[in-house]
């Protein structure tokens, strides 16, 4: 049985790769970081934008990691 979690993560089309969801939650938050940047008075190239979305796709990968280990551990010793 899926959890949330999972439910979330994964995509409905095709479980082996990761959900829509999460990708138009990556693509808001690099809106939100440009548009605080704007305002600041940064000026932010393609290049910088294409790290951004590379920087926040490894961090949640790591995010998802830890959660997924802690969850194994948690239900090995359960």
Not at 18 to 30: A, D, E, P, R
Not at 37 to 43: E, L, S, Y
């Amino acid at each position: 049985m899926n959890t949330f979690f999972e439910t979330i993560v994964r995509s409905s089309a095709n479980p082996e790769k990761v959900s829509l969801t999460i990708k138009g939650i990556l693509i808001s938050y690099v809106g939100i970081l440009l548009l605080l940047a704007q305002v600041a008075g940064i000026a932010i190239t393609e290049t910088q934008v294409i790290e951004i979305i590379g920087e926040m796709s490894v961090a949640i990968g790591n995010l998802l990691m830890i959660v997924g280990a802690v969850r194994k551990i948690y239900y090995l010793f359960k």
